[in-house]
């Protein structure tokens, strides 16, 4: 049985319970008394005053046809008010409250489900109704730039009530980020990091102050890496982001110097071997003996200067493809995890770059409700202009659950990825199994 037929049958198991026992309380007879008070009291009286009138014809007070007389209206009076007393007592025991109980035989379930109508969400009740009436919630709904604009405005209204969260700092970064308003997320990325130094975020800003830059790495961002990785080199986002300037400068030997040190830091099951092998095979492809130098940058030089030919951003370019790039299959829901999950709980299916950024570049937002869920994914469903489908030849396909309904992926969250594949695949299948690699 499913959610919306359980609630439907403990609601009417409940108001069957409560008119029970409100006919059973209002239709039971009353218990008998064990002798009628009124009717002893009479009798009392009775024998009192028929004493009294023996003892007035003992002293000759009354006469004989005075006493029998006086005697009869006293019996009279008796039996006159022991009748009364039966009726009353029989009308109060047989009369039952018929109309009160079918008042609320009637009025109860109806007020019920009028009250329901009102504060309640009946459209609850049938999650995949309650998607479709909600275009943003949907199984064909896309994080829209509008939809980014509002989560814009929600975030900045909030920190003007919450100017020290740094959650929310970091999160309107990346929003503004999605949008190529690359000077905000830099100046919100700096608020984040003065509340909490992170090395992770540092990382995040370098990248964007290089796009700020126009995709040039020299300066602050490659100052910001070799700070990072001097205090620590195995700092896996550190060396992702050096390999990627490295790859985007030309110097393909030390880009593949940073991202075997990250390689060999992942555990053999990672899913990141696949997109980091990608990458490293791009690099090699385009290394040619005495083009580029075979050490990386010394935190202690000048940071590296790019290259006459200019670059547009870290991440490898892709090359050219003639056909448009479109991405299909079908997602679907392993049945031992039905249990974990719930009808409305968010599915995001999304594509990523193999090597040198985080953002989707094509995205398409359903519900469990949906599963298993046919999908097509190209490039009317960028995050930006520059965040394309087409703009890879290479991606990592991926599918979350969120309860939450959050873009940012959550640990712990279920879901499922495979890649690297063509931007131009078809008849995909993705199956979560288990949560997010």
Known sequence: MNVALTFVALTLLLVVAVLAVLVWALWRRPAAAPADAHTQANAQVYREQSADLARELSLGHLSEAEHAQALEELKLRLRD???????????????????TVLALCLLLPVCAVLLYGTWGTPLGLDPAALARSAPDEGPNATVTPEKIAQMVGQLERRLQDEPNNVDAWVMLARLQRSQEKFPASEKSFAKALALTPDDDLAVERAEVVAQVQGGDFSGEPWAVLNRILKANPNQNNALLLAGSASFSEGRFAQAIQYWERVRASLPPQSEDLNALDSALAQARERLAPGRVSAQPPDSGRAS?????????????????STAPARI????????????????????????????????????????????????????????GPQTKLSSASEVVLKARISKTGQAMPQPGELGVSIGPIKNQSSQLSLVIRGPMP
């Open 81 to 99: 008010d022991s009748l009364n007393s039966s009726d009353a007592a029989t009308a109060g025991a047989t009369d039952k409250p018929r109309r």
């Open 328 to 383: 299909s299959g079908r997602v679907s829901l392993a049945p031992e995890l039905a249990a974990q999950t719930s009808p409305g709980d968010t599915v995001f299916i999304y594509a990523t770059p193999v090597a040198g950024g985080r953002m989707p570049l094509a995205i398409v937002r359903t519900t469990v409700a949906a599963l298993p869920f046919d999908f097509v994914l190209d490039d009317s469903q960028a995050m």
């Open 304 to 320: 590296p200067q790019p290259p006459d030919s200019g670059r547009a951003s870290a991440q490898p370019p892709a090359a050219a």
